[in-house]
């Protein structure tokens, strides 16, 4: 997060005030929400819950809504650093479209126009001045209040001004109490706050696509678990490592994860035993899936989250998707379906994932794979298989054997061996 007023010399106590610039504090500008009708305030009242819960560890905020779509968060008491931490963790709660780190100052013009002078000192280049009173009472209007402090900021520095794409900005905004000087911010994620379209459970796998299609639907406003299988006893736990870290990073835009963990290497096994030979892949994948609809319906999911993207290998054709949606009622939600492994790439190095998932590890993918695999597999073929191995019972059975973790990016951690229900 780059700091904004960093040019300005830190103030002599915690909040600012014995330099005179002011209170440091963050505000937030919100995007989809500020469009919503009747139900907007609890689409509100759950983004503000998450703000609350994603720096819980960094001590008692106070947060207010003000005006159309913008929220403020301040920590009375606490210094520079610990409110830019604050503005760290802001920009990674999903609902939020930008992230600044501001001065709050009384509403007279003169407090206004010498913080807005002095956070502009020291800088290079060519700079605009963006102002906005959402107080209608204060005596300028905003383009009589960019004008001045820009020919303010002249005066006192000669930097040129330049309207458009200018090098360095400087926002203020006019409230009903107070004023805000700032400059610029940091992108948020945008999208919904998490929890708000319900909940959802995803086959997190130690690969690349499974986490870019959980942070696309925590975005979208789901709350989500996640279930990880291993090719145990067969494997060392390596996979599992990757899928708790990649589930830990993922924690940063829901907080309160959850990581079920199941050792699939002795069904693997049985279906090899059965006969599936080139359906193998996509028999173990509709098995995967009516594991996680059985622990879905425990937790209380309403769909399972894949990493699928169309064509991308040989169990995610047309044919074998479809045979895939058959093993299970629950509807499958598949974000990735009409991306490209580039694209895909690009969204895991910017949510923090892509390292991780290169990592090596052998996970139950990787293991008893056939020679050859089919492309177009039958249903009735696959629900052969699926009789053969009494798949309902043997998904039962596996979902006693999971193991629940909580890899949370706060720091905590709470491994048991329990059955999904308990959990």
């Known amino acids: 997060m780059p700091a ?7 103030p002599q106590d915690r909040d600012g005030a014995g330099s005179g610039l002011g209170e440091l504090c963050v505000l937030m500008k919100l995007g989809e ?40 968060v301040r920590r009375p008491g606490a210094s520079d650093v610990e409110v830019a931490r604050i503005a760290e963790r802001m920009a990674d709660v999903m609902g939020v479209v930008w992230v600044h780190l501001v001065r709050r100052v009384d509403k007279d013009l003169d407090t206004i126009t010498d913080v807005a002078v002095r956070s502009m000192a020291d800088l290079q280049g060519s700079f605009a001045v963006r102002a906005r009173r959402r107080d209608k009472r204060f005596a300028m209007t905003s383009s009589e209040l960019a004008g001045h402090l820009g020919s303010r900021i002249v005066e006192a520095y000669g930097y040129p001004v330049r309207l458009k794409r200018p090098d360095h900005t400087l926002y203020v905004e006019v409230d009903k109490d107070e004023a805000f000087v700032f400059t610029d911010g940091t992108p948020g994620q945008g999208g919904l706050p998490a929890g708000m379209s319900g909940r959802g459970l995803v086959l997190m ?47 940063r835009f829901q907080v309160g994860s959850r990581l079920f963990v199941i050792p699939f290497g002795k069904a693997q096994q049985q279906l090899k035993s059965s006969g599936a030979e080139r359906l193998q892949i996509v028999a173990q994948r509709r098995l995967m899936l009516r594991t996680a609809e059985a622990l879905a319906d425990d937790l209380g999911a309403e769909c399972l989250v894949t990493g699928d993207a169309l064509g991308q290998v040989s169990s995610q054709t047309m044919a074998n998707i479809t045979a895939l949606d058959d093993a299970v009622d629950l509807p499958i939600l598949r974000p990735l379906i009409g991306m490209d492994k580039t694209e895909i790439m690009d969204q895991a190095r910017r949510i923090g994932t ?13 293991m008893l794979t056939p020679r050859q695999v089919e492309t177009a597999a039958k249903i009735g073929d696959l629900r052969q298989i699926d009789r053969r191995l009494d798949a309902d019972e043997l998904a039962e059975h596996l979902l006693t054997t999971a193991q629940v973790h909580k890899p949370s990016f706060l720091g905590e951690a709470a ?9």
């Open 4 to 10: 904004p007023l960093e040019s300005v010399p830190p």
């Open 33 to 72: 929400i500020v469009l919503k009708g009747s139900n907007r305030k609890l689409f509100e009242r759950r983004l503000h819950n998450n703000i609350r819960n994603s720096v819980r560890d960094l001590g008692q905020i106070r947060l207010s809504q003000r005006g159309s779509g913008v929220i403020i």
């Open 205 to 251: 796998s130690g690969g690349i696509d499974s986490p870019v299609a959980a942070h696309r639907m925590i975005r979208r406003g789901l709350k989500v678990d996640f279930l990880h299988f291993s090719g145990m006893p067969f494997t060392g736990p390596e996979s599992i490592y990757k899928a708790y870290s990649l589930v830990r990073q993922l924690d």
């Open 354 to 366: 892509l390292a991780i998932s290169e990592l090596p590890d052998e996970d139950c993918c990787t």
């Open 415 to 423: 491994p048991a061996r329990v059955r999904a229900a308990g959990a």
